[in-house]
């Protein structure tokens, strides 16, 4: 049968074993002014190509998974009136892509009923939806609706098909015996009728038990849920924000709304900070890491460890706080400041430590710049490099780690 594309292939196309990729040709034009709007409108649609791809019968379920994530599939001959408000509609709708089949076994095979001629494909869950109406508003309902319509439960496959910049609703629920998550969900289905035209995917995440991925992708406890997030995906990272508060459709919507008003601090997993620390080395936690960077007059060193049970005894943290103490008693004179975090129940963002346990270094007088010594540590190097102030208040790692020869 032949499949025409409007505007441009499926980016699956362009592969070599692609049928349609052999009479694919980009076409670049110059485009004076990026600034104006107008400018750049006028050009796309005077620059846009039908392009016709034949697809082999025998390719035709080959044809079908190349689609992009969500295609608008016009059914039936060019020669139709209606292709013409088909073709018309997908002039104006620049962000989907529009496709024409004429072959009757794409109808039998989604069983749409004789008078649909248009339908929406989404190759997420290889399903076709019906689209009466060939307008641009009828389209664009069908579509969000189906983005946004509905809630999901969270796959790796839903995950891969989200586009970056997506906003979601996370539901986190334990799925275990003896919890009945019945009237939770219900209650989340209500909350995303509410905010439906707000183009938020709304999803449902099982954690099965303490070892699920889930827990460790929104750095949450098992014991914490029921719990929901508000994600904001974009193309460095996944901000995650923790909603407060009891689960319901008013205060999910508010949840929204102070998101909107950017009132909203993202989430990191975090202790609760000591209420008074008196120690030379400090206790430091997520909620309060950056407080210790405040006064920039201040050589900061900070130990970031990982121990799952407080309770064990830490030797590389009672090290480094006798290294601490011989450093203070050699530099009364300057300001030193020592913290140390565990990073298995606390987490930082911007700060990539690949090795565990590792140390972080603020200079004096610093302006942004963060010194990590990314090692592996043990209980000499770490008294090394700590004792190593007594002689050398360095602003300059490299420094630093040439006198230590690590």
Known sequence: FFFLMI??????????????????????????????EDVVVSWVKSNLKLSVFEIPSEEYLEGIERLTEHAVIFMGPQTDPDFAKFHAVGDKMLDLDFYSINDPDVRLAFDLPEDVKVFLYRRFNQHAYPIKDITVESVRKVVDDIKYGQVHNMTEAYW?????GSKLMVLLVKKQKGVNNTELIEEFHRAQVALRGQKIHFVIAHAKNRKSDYLHTFSINFDQLPAVFFVEDNLTKMVRYLHEGPLTVSALSGFYDKWRAKALIPYHRSEDAPKEDKNLVRTAVSKNFYEFLKDKESHVLVLIYDQKNPKEPCKICTAFEQAAGLTVEANRDKKIMFAKLNAEHNELSNIDLYELPGLLYFPAKRETEIHHVQTPLDTYKVKQIVNHLNHVMTTNIEDLLKHTEL
């Open 160 to 164: 891969k098909s989200l586009q970056h």
């Open 7 to 36: 505007r441009r292939p499926p980016r699956s196309t362009q592969s070599r074993s692609s049928a349609a990729s052999d009479v694919y040709k980009r076409q670049v034009s110059h485009l004076e002014d990026l600034n104006n």
